[in-house]
Antibody, heavy 122, light 112 residues
Framework: QVQLQESGPGLVKPSETLSLTCSVS??????????WSWLRQPPGKGPEWIGY???????YFNPSLKSRLTMSIDTSKNQFSLTLKSVTAADTAVYFC??????????????WGQGKMVTVSS | QSVLTQPPSVSGAPGQRVTISCTGT?????????VHWYQQLPGTAPKLLIY???NRPSGVPGRFSGSKSGTSASLAISGLQAEDEADYYC????????????FGGGTKLTVL
């Protein structure tokens, strides 16, 4: 079955850039049925949707993070990536990659990676 | 503060039935968008439990059921088992600003 795995640094300094990659196995990322998403969960809080990228490279971001976000997709490597610039302590969280399935706004996140804890600290 | 409101905690004895509420507004649940529910065991990723208000993915026991009415939704768990002790989150879409997918703050279920 499809599995997702996050990778990247676990510690980022304030004002620097957070970069994570999600590797997809067990299925092709080049699939128009799904939206490849990033979410995060600060300690003790609920998840927050960050944004998604489609297999065509099209993106849609959370308005509250849009100005600092970039996402990319590499269909040859079956991976997609997230960069978040100018990070602060408020960006400390477990970051998850996930597969979004369903029609338009009624999308659910049906498969999740195990999560990557990212701490923003000097 | 989360866009969708859930009680911080609920509890029940083994075998009992509990419900978890998820309250939204006219810009999310009340606008007709689907509600989905996730179960998160300690130290793990959320797992999709209910999608499309009341549908169960393959492998999710029939003890779990979902419903939606107006600006609210509910998750019911019957025949409580010790393994059900976890955090539960509701999720929907909100059409304010440019629109985004939103979650509740989560409910901690304790099996007594």
């Amino acid at each position: 079955q499809v599995q997702l795995q996050e990778s990247g640094p676990g510690l980022v300094k304030p004002s620097e850039t957070l970069s994570l990659t999600c590797s997809v196995s067990g299925g092709s990322i080049y699939n128009g049925d799904f939206y490849w998403s990033w979410l995060r969960q600060p300690p003790g809080k609920g998840p927050e949707w960050i944004g998604y990228i489609y297999y065509t490279g099209g993106t849609y971001f959370n308005p509250s993070l849009k100005s600092r976000l970039t996402m990319s997709i590499d269909t040859s490597k079956n991976q997609f990536s997230l960069t978040l610039k100018s990070v602060t302590a408020a960006d400390t969280a477990v970051y998850f990659c996930s597969r979004g399935d369903g029609a338009l706004q009624d999308r659910a996140f049906d498969i999740w990676g195990q999560g990557k804890m990212v701490t923003v600290s000097s | 503060q989360s866009v969708l409101t859930q009680p911080p905690s609920v509890s029940g004895a083994p075998g009992q039935r509990v419900t978890i509420s998820c309250t939204g507004t006219s810009s999310n649940i009340g606008a007709g968008y689907d509600v989905h529910w996730y179960q998160q065991l300690p130290g793990t990723a959320p797992k999709l439990l209910i999608y499309g208000n009341y549908n169960r993915p393959s492998g999710v026991p029939g003890r779990f059921s979902g419903s939606k009415s107006g600006t609210s939704a509910s998750l019911a768990i019957s025949g409580l088992q010790a393994e059900d002790e976890a955090d539960y989150y509701c999720q929907s879409y909100d059409n304010t600003l440019s629109g985004s997918w939103v979650f509740g703050g989560g409910t901690k279920l304790t099996v007594l």
